[in-house]
């Protein structure tokens, strides 16, 4: 796993559980963070599973 992956990862987690949070305490500010950082996490880490692919390609592997 390279930095992008993992870090996005951990990202989605966090955002998932702030989420989750928000929407248990009925916080509607909480909840959207939440769902940006999940977003955002998704995105990282789509982005270093692209790098992992390429990167993969360029070795024949």
Known sequence: MNKDQTSGRIAEAQGK???VAGRIVGNDKLEIKGKIQNTAGKVQAA???VKADLKKAAHGK
């Open 17 to 19: 559980v702030k989420e």
């Open 47 to 49: 982005f270093g599973d």
